[in-house]
């Protein structure tokens, strides 16, 4: 069973660490500032639109502004954001999205939408539009912000950066001053930085929401640097492991491979950016000391190095004395692919899913998109373990999922506002696997059941054991089997088997039907599976009548009682209508949804019904056109 063991990871550290050998940064962090220079005429709700971010989230990172009326012109004001890895590890940044207005060009997008936190060239290179032909209205822009999560070689007092864009007038002790920073810690994080020039960005220690700079922390783990360092001692190890002929041909070449890459990157391999433990963690869990590597007797040394990305390899005994023996008492669920456990290990919360050996194909395919796709959004994967059976070792959501909270007896009724922002987180993390990686992630099981929520009703979208890559602008392409969850199936891939982002974006208006109504994707009248019809349909006959607006409510959520907004509830059934759409060209994408449901949650634009079933008109209700 060892040798199965070492075998199955050293395949690991081959399919994960040549998509990272050659990457700058191997992840992002999960807070950021941005330094937004109010210009005259700009106000909290503009920057709150085009960052993406609630004003009451704002406020809290700006204990100088009592309220969003008194912001003053000529000041700044920082703003959270995630801090991502991009550009197939090129560079840390974020990914914003602006719905373009008539006159727009990318020097103004830049320069005074954004304040210069971007520049033209980032605009240029991650958009399709030329710089002289940018649409007049009804476009979207990719808007890279560039950002820091630290450095330990510099400071580990600062975790927490503000990315400043340096204006006319500025100088090093200004910005210094400013920020209750020493000149010299300014010039340390920005040796490169000229201060006479009156533009460019700085990367400054930020405070948090308590007025804290927080330090960087870093917790104890094995870089991909230990998997560099280590090469000869892990490749002289494989000559004692009995390995097929082609395998064997295979993992020699990669050592071959990675020397090389040692050689090559020797001078520059202390230049990979450091992560701290509290950026890296999005649910208070850590794994510290010497044990988190994960490594033991019998298995490969440099397994820790290539999961770097928040993933620990766990024993089966650590895994065993954490669950009680996998005891009913500590079986929190139970899935198409395995049961799932509750467990305390190294004194953190996590979430065990236990799955067959049979079920490699979904194992990897969950571990390969979690250990290299880290959003606010998405379930974050702790580590995993291959002994005996296949296990999974989760972030414990606390709150379970939105299915148990629609028809559980023993949850308490979501409030409608709650729902609106579940729906909205759940989005965002759709759209970060849709828009923002390389290749594209497409998770084909989105359901109700699949979507988790945090303790303070945050949602995270789960379970991508049966997530299917493709790349960047593919419209489809054919899949060898049925999979996902009947209900939640466009006409498409239930019958053809085409598989795109828009059969999540079908999901997912099934979701927010689900959200509105607290019905199954399938409701069973009379509990008779024949007479049973399908969400979509009993919406859809409803919202094509006339007086839909009066026969709506027969299908809100009882329980809601009359503690909703008629007109923000025809709205997301509205939104729904159009992701449902059975042609799936004309149903917008996740990025147009995030803007929507953005849009809805402040309740300040008027939506038009028909503009859903064209993503560029969608896009204009971030302006109010």
């Known amino acids: 069973m060892k040798l199965i063991t070492l075998n199955f990871s050293l395949l690991l550290i081959i399919g994960i660490f040549f998509s990272v050998a050659d990457s700058t940064c191997r992840r992002g962090c999960d807070l950021a500032l941005a330094s937004y220079y109010v210009w005259l005429g700009s106000d909290l709700t503009f920057i709150s639109n085009v960052t993406q971010t609630p004003i009451a989230t704002i406020l809290s990172y700006n204990p100088q502004i009592p309220n969003q009326d008194s912001v003053l012109a000529d000041s700044r004001i920082n703003v959270p954001f995630p801090c991502d890895c991009l550009a197939g590890g090129e560079f840390l940044g974020h990914v914003f999205t602006y719905a373009v207005n008539s006159g727009d060009t990318y020097e103004h997008v830049a320069q005074t939408s954004y304040a210069n936190l971007t520049t033209v060239e980032l605009l240029q290179r991650f958009n399709r539009y030329p710089a002289y032909n940018v649409p007049d209205r009804g476009a979207v822009l990719n ?88 090469t000869s001692k892990f490749c002289g190890a494989i000559a004692g492991i009995s390995i097929a002929g082609v395998a064997g041909v295979f993992i020699v070449a990669a050592c071959v491979y990675v020397g090389f890459l040692r050689k090559k990157n020797e001078g520059k391999i202390q230049l990979l950016p450091t992560v701290s433990d509290d950026q890296s963690q999005r649910a208070g869990t850590s794994f510290k000391g010497p044990d988190s590597s994960g490594t033991r007797d019998g298995t490969s040394p440099g397994i820790a190095g290539i999961t770097v990305d928040k993933s620990v390899e766990f024993s089966y005994e650590e895994l065993a004395n954490a669950t009680d023996d996998f005891s009913i008492a500590n079986k929190i669920g139970e899935g198409g692919f395995g049961a799932v456990y509750y467990a305390e290990l ?236 059975e042609n799936p060209q004309l149903r917008p994408s996740m990025r147009s949804i995030v803007v929507a449901l953005m849009t809805l949650s402040s309740t300040t634009e008027d939506w038009d019904v028909g503009s859903f079933y064209g993503n560029q008109g969608l896009l204009n209700l971030m302006s109010g056109r």
């Not at 020493?182 to 040796?191: G, I, K, L």
């Open 346 to 581: 190294r004194g953190e919360k996590a979430a065990i899913k236990k799955m067959d050996m049979q079920a490699t194909k979904e194992f990897l395919a969950e571990l390969k998109v979690l250990t290299h796709v880290h959003h606010l959004n998405l379930v974050r994967l702790i580590g995993y373990c291959v002994e005996g059976s296949l296990f999974l070792v989760y972030e414990f959501v606390e709150n379970g999922n939105i299915s148990q909270h629609l028809r559980g007896t023993d949850r308490e009724p979501l409030p409608w506002a709650t729902r609106v922002q579940i729906a909205l987180d759940s989005a965002r993390g759709l759209e970060y696997i849709h828009e923002h990686t390389v290749p594209v992630y497409i998770h084909r099981d989105i359901k109700s059941a699949n979507i988790l929520i945090d303790k303070n009703f945050h949602a995270k979208v789960a379970d991508f054991g049966l997530a299917k890559l493709t790349e960047v602008g593919s419209n489809s392409m054919p899949t060898g089997r049925l999979v996902g969850t009947f209900g939640y199936m466009p006409p498409e891939y239930a019958q053809y088997g085409d598989v795109s982002p828009k059969v999540d974006v079908y999901a997912f208006g099934v979701v927010i039907y689900e959200l509105i109504s607290a019905k199954e994707a399938i409701v069973k009248a009379g509990g008779s599976a024949a007479d049973s019809r399908g969400l979509v349909a009993m919406f859809e006959e409803v919202l094509n009548r006339p007086n839909s607006s009066e026969e709506l409510p027969k299908l809100i959520d009882p329980r809601l009682g009359d503690n909703y907004p008629l007109d923000s509830v025809q709205k997301m059934a509205q939104l729904a209508k159009a992701c449902t759409h």
């Open 143 to 230: 808007v890279t912000v560039r950002c820091s999560c630290g450095d330990r070689d510099v400071d580990r007092r600062y975790g927490l950066f503000v990315t400043y864009p340096l204006r006319v007038g500025e100088t090093l002790e200004s910005v210094a001053a400013a920020n209750n920073l020493s000149v010299d810690v300014v010039r340390a994080f920005n040796p490169t930085a000229n201060f006479s020039a009156g533009s460019g960005l700085l990367y400054i220690p930020g405070r948090d929401q308590n007025g804290n700079y927080p330090p960087l922390n870093t917790r104890y783990h094995v870089s991909v640097l230990y998997f560099y360092k280590n």
